[in-house]
């Protein structure tokens, strides 16, 4: 079976920079252990699988080790691949999935996307999740499978060094750290830890903005913002955050285009 493969970086304005994204663009859906399979081949952060449905697509995304419920920078990479590949002469394109509808929209040379607001909350942190990190933040909060950890100066995030393996012991997948963006011409920094998923260190993850919003829009008072996540690779995502969603913008910058033997 010969199926596409394409492969972009999200939300970087230059190639090698951002979150590279796999899409395969599919005409039916095939079996979950091929598609974790083609995962594991990639041996990316994600790997999008698309398939049309009644005139827009349902999606699913793979790390290399599992099925996630939710995935921005593949996302915006399928966006784009249907948006410059497959239907070029459209303006939007709604995705269904495990998250619900998922629309990504042309605005200028970015593309902007609608994800669900997650507000982070109140948790009982286990004590070994300060010491993984190696610099305690000054507050831990959560949501769903992730943790939410708040320092006072991005020069602390910037420095963390986690203990891998203690952080794939703890009980939720994804530990979102951040802290106010003096320094980087932005209004927050960030970074994303997920090695129980297989992902040590994810460069730029939209799925944590759906926490990072919220909470910075209330912190400081304003809807709309400016982020950098501050991992190797780097990576910009404006946001905007309504009652219920929050909407992401930003560059995706094409990889290659081929094509697979499953």
Not at 49 to 69: A, C, D, H, K, S
Not at 239 to 246: F, I, N
Request: contains cysteine.
């Amino acid at each position: 079976m010969k199926l596409p493969l394409y492969q972009v970086d999200s939300f970087t304005r230059t190639v090698f920079g951002g979150n590279p994204a796999a899409v395969v663009p599919l005409e039916s859906w095939i079996y979950d252990a091929t598609m974790q399979a083609i995962a594991a081949e990639n041996n990316l952060s994600e790997t999008a699988f698309i398939v049309p449905r009644g005139g827009e697509y349902e999606i699913r995304w793979f790390t290399p080790l599992q099925e996630v419920e939710l995935c921005g920078h593949a996302t915006i990479a399928s966006g784009y691949v249907v948006l410059q590949h497959l239907a070029p002469k459209r303006e939007q394109v709604r995705f269904q999935s495990k998250s619900g509808e998922l629309r990504v929209t042309r605005e200028g040379d970015r593309l902007a996307m609608d994800l669900p607001r997650w507000d982070p909350g109140p948790v009982t942190p286990p004590a070994t999740l300060a010491s993984a990190l190696g610099i305690a933040p000054r507050t831990i909060l959560g949501y769903g499978s992730k943790y939410f950890c708040v320092y006072d100066d991005a020069a602390a995030v910037a420095a963390l060094q986690p203990d891998m393996a203690a952080l794939e012991a703890l009980d939720r997948y994804g530990i979102v750290v951040t802290a106010p963006g003096a320094g980087h011409e932005c209004d927050f920094v960030s970074r994303f830890f997920a090695p129980k998923a297989g992902v040590p260190e994810d460069p730029v993850t939209g799925s944590a903005h759906c926490l990072l919003a919220p909470y910075w829009s209330e912190r400081l008072e304003r809807d709309s913002l400016f982020g950098k996540q501050i991992s190797k690779r780097g990576g910009e995502i404006w946001c905007r955050t309504g009652e219920r969603t929050v909407t992401m913008t930003g560059y995706v910058t094409p990889y290659f285009v081929g094509e697979m033997d499953v």
